[in-house]
């Protein structure tokens, strides 16, 4: 009998680069794949569902996972609600025999790299600082001190690229998309 056993991918990248787009196209064209949920301490949005949206948890459940090595990251999001990726759902649906994707900040990568070492770590980058400055602006979410502070955020993060298996430049969705298909696709065969 085979042993079917997934691996775990890593997609991280800085504000504005196209990481959610892209996945959202990778996981269109390989169904297969399992994006990762991450617990939150914060209460459920309208419309957001316990289990698809987030895990949602109490503030003592938290602490729990993180007390017995339940989460494979987790942080403190504007010093007030925890966020973090649960290691059960993920071990689970890798020994089911799937590949899964977890999409997450430079300091959750760095943590998924000391809990899951033989997970692939993917970094999306922009094709130039202008481009990342413009596609920030053009979104028209943040207003112009955010986005002073994500580009703070992001410069770091293009510092820390060298850290990753590989670096995807996302100069357009489709060939972003293609390159990451591609990973996965080699990366599962070995």
Not at 113 to 128: L, T, V, Y
Not at 158 to 185: C, G, H, M, P
Request: glycine letters at 6%.
């Amino acid at each position: 009998m085979t042993d079917f056993h997934g691996k775990a991918f890593v997609v991280c990248g800085p504000t504005a680069v196209g990481k959610g787009t892209v996945l959202k196209e990778v996981l269109a064209k390989d169904p297969s794949l399992w994006y990762s949920v991450s617990a939150t301490t914060r209460a459920p949005r309208p419309g957001e569902i316990d289990g698809t949206h987030y895990y949602f948890v109490t503030p003592e459940e938290f602490d729990e996972l993180v007390t017995n090595d339940g989460m494979l990251e987790w942080a403190i999001v504007h010093k007030v609600h925890r966020y973090g990726t649960p290691r059960k759902p993920v071990e689970e649906a890798m020994a089911r025999g799937q590949h899964v994707i977890l999409e997450l900040d430079l300091d959750g990568a760095r943590q998924v790299r000391k809990a899951m070492p033989e997970a692939q770590q993917i970094f999306i980058a922009p094709p130039s600082w202008e481009e990342l400055e413009h596609r920030l602006k053009g979104r028209g979410t943040e207003g112009a001190e955010e986005q002073e502070r994500r580009l703070a955020t992001a410069r770091t993060e293009l510092a820390a690229q060298d850290e990753f298996d590989y670096v995807i430049i996302n100069d357009t969705v489709a060939n972003a998309t293609e390159a990451l298909l591609q990973i996965l696709s080699q990366s599962a065969v070995k």
